[in-house]
């Protein structure tokens, strides 16, 4: 999936996960929102359309400037660089899109439940039931959220088709790029098909408040702050893949230790997937560092300095701001921190790890902006870094609250007061 469910979380571990009906004692890793300690705003590209126009502040063709939605330029990438775009279709074929498996051969989401066709289909369906109940509340919360965000995949299909240069224009495209957005999709949708069935068989979750949610986010869609361009679509996927598979990595963990072997492989089956799509973004983000390091380098520094906008930030259930006076998407994410399946830690981690991966810090011969952007955004991960270590140790004072979610019947979880 494009992505986690949770922002760089502003909550922080409850003390009460250490019984053994609950999770695993949480890695104590939090931090506030980082936004006010962004680094100044390099300069803004112009925007461009696939033609070579710029588009003025009205929308219209002409002169007048870029288009400015939300505080976001509207096509972004110079035509130069679409072009690049364009002569990578070679090495998508060769590189990226053979990441993708079989179907034939992969695994689909009837291969992990209950056989509905088998004489002892409830039977089975009792088994499920019986480890599902040992599952506390808080693991629900955080893999429902999950389920959630896997099934908004609409929404990431199309943030995917609005990136010039490599949009399926027709909705069947023969092109490396349609190719790989249609198939990268339809591996991607069986991660929320499998998770929906195994929660409602569970009978541990009220599936009409997730389909609420569901619907609600779908509707709401998100803005990931790539302006059009793929050059800044592609490094947010590459960040949240990485997300992704650390999130379904840990809920697989942490169902395991709490008995139930099969979510466990599940949900690890889940991050096997999300290893090879970033895999697949990391890849052509090489390509890009290749052919432009410069407007490659000013593009990451761009995305790290506004924040990897996490793609259920709008979900909403109808119910929660009106039960606890909170925003669910914050709530959620607090009980990601406080289970450690997604923390703080975890998305600092993550932006470290790209930039090592991409020699952020010792790649050479740039021009001005783009190294600019290179000690920018250095100096970003240490501030970040310190931001978790400080909310790490000012979490452990916070007040927990207990907070009712719809998602398991009104049940009040943990949540910490922040």
């Given at each position: 999936?494009?992505?986690?469910?949770?922002?760089?979380p502003?909550?922080?571990?409850?003390?009460?996960?250490?019984?053994?009906?609950?999770?695993?004692?949480?890695?104590?890793?939090?931090?506030?929102?980082?936004?006010?300690a962004?680094?100044?705003?390099?300069?803004?590209?112009?925007?461009?359309?696939?033609?070579?126009?710029?588009?003025?502040?009205?929308?219209?063709?002409?002169?007048g400037?870029?288009?400015i939605?939300?505080?976001?330029v509207l096509?972004?990438?110079?035509?130069?660089q679409?072009?690049?775009?364009h002569?990578?279709?070679?090495?998508?074929d060769?590189?990226?899109?053979?990441?993708?498996?079989?179907?034939?051969?992969?695994?689909?989401?009837?291969?992990?439940?209950?056989?509905?066709?088998?004489?002892?289909?409830l039977?089975?369906?009792?088994?499920?039931?019986?480890?599902?109940?040992?599952?506390?509340?808080?693991?629900?919360v955080?893999?429902?959220?999950?389920?959630i965000?896997?099934?908004?995949l609409?929404?990431?299909?199309?943030?995917?088709?609005?990136?010039?240069?490599?949009?399926?224009?027709t909705?069947?495209?023969?092109?490396?790029?349609?190719?790989?957005?249609?198939?990268?999709?339809?591996?991607?949708?069986?991660h929320?098909?499998?998770?929906?069935?195994?929660?409602?068989?569970?009978?541990?979750?009220?599936?009409?408040?997730?389909?609420?949610?569901?619907?609600?986010?779908?509707?709401?869609?998100?803005?990931?702050?790539?302006e059009?361009?793929?050059?800044?679509?592609f490094?947010?996927?590459?960040?949240?893949?990485?997300?992704?598979?650390?999130?379904?990595?840990?809920?697989?963990?942490?169902?395991?230790?709490?008995?139930d072997?099969?979510?466990?492989?599940?949900?690890?089956?889940?991050?096997?997937?999300?290893?090879?799509?970033?895999?697949?973004?990391?890849?052509?983000?090489?390509?890009?560092f290749?052919?432009?390091?410069?407007?490659?380098?000013?593009?990451?520094?761009?995305?790290?300095?506004?924040?990897?906008?996490?793609?259920?930030?709008?979900?909403n259930?109808?119910?929660?701001?009106?039960?606890?006076?909170?925003n669910?998407?914050?709530d959620f994410?607090?009980?990601?921190?406080?289970?450690?399946?997604y923390?703080?830690?975890?998305?600092?981690?993550i932006?470290?790890?790209?930039?090592?991966?991409?020699?952020i810090?010792?790649?050479?011969?740039?021009?001005?902006?783009?190294?600019?952007?290179q000690?920018?955004?250095?100096?970003?991960?240490?501030?970040?870094?310190?931001?978790t270590?400080?909310?790490?140790?000012?979490?452990?004072?916070?007040?927990?609250?207990?907070?009712?979610?719809?998602?398991?019947?009104?049940?009040?979880?943990?949540?910490?007061?922040?």
């Amino acid at each position: 999936m494009l992505g986690r469910s949770t922002v760089l979380p502003c909550s922080s571990p409850s003390t009460s996960f250490a019984a053994p009906s609950t999770l695993r004692q949480p890695r104590r890793a939090a931090a506030k929102s980082i936004s006010a300690a962004l680094v100044t705003d390099t300069p803004r590209p112009k925007a461009i359309e696939s033609n070579g126009t710029t588009r003025n502040g009205n929308g219209k063709l002409g002169q007048g400037g870029p288009t400015i939605i939300n505080g976001q330029v509207l096509h972004s990438i110079n035509a130069h660089q679409l072009d690049l775009i364009h002569s990578m279709d070679g090495y998508l074929d060769k590189t990226v899109v053979p990441i993708l498996k079989d179907v034939k051969t992969m695994w689909q989401p009837t291969d992990f439940l209950p056989d509905s066709s088998s004489p002892d289909f409830l039977d089975q369906v009792a088994e499920l039931r019986k480890r599902t109940d040992q599952l506390p509340d808080d693991y629900w919360v955080v893999l429902v959220g999950d389920m959630i965000t896997e099934e908004a995949l609409p929404t990431y299909m199309a943030m995917l088709n609005t990136l010039d240069g490599v949009r399926d224009e027709t909705g069947a495209a023969d092109t490396p790029w349609g190719r790989w957005t249609r198939q990268w999709t339809a591996e991607e949708n069986r991660h929320g098909d499998l998770m929906n069935k195994y929660c409602y068989l569970s009978g541990r979750v009220n599936m009409r408040a997730v389909e609420r949610t569901i619907q609600n986010l779908i509707g709401s869609g998100m803005d990931p702050k790539t302006e059009n361009n793929p050059y800044l679509g592609f490094i947010y996927t590459s960040f949240q893949e990485r997300a992704t598979k650390v999130s379904h990595g840990n809920t697989a963990a942490h169902a395991t230790e709490l008995g139930d072997k099969q979510l466990g492989k599940i949900c690890a089956a889940i991050a096997g997937d999300e290893a090879r799509h970033e895999k697949a973004y990391i890849k052509i983000v090489d390509r890009l560092f290749e052919l432009d390091p410069s407007g490659t380098m000013i593009a990451f520094g761009d995305m790290m300095r506004k924040q990897i906008v996490m793609p259920a930030h709008l979900m909403n259930d109808n119910e929660h701001m009106q039960n606890n006076s909170r925003n669910l998407f914050k709530d959620f994410s607090s009980v990601a921190q406080a289970t450690g399946t997604y923390t703080g830690q975890d998305y600092v981690n993550i932006m470290e790890f790209l930039m090592k991966h991409w020699n952020i810090g010792g790649m050479l011969g740039l021009n001005s902006e783009a190294q600019k952007a290179q000690d920018d955004v250095q100096a970003l991960l240490t501030k970040f870094r310190r931001l978790t270590d400080r909310q790490e140790r000012i979490m452990k004072s916070k007040a927990v609250v207990p907070t009712k979610f719809s998602w398991v019947f009104n049940k009040e979880v943990p949540v910490i007061q922040v």
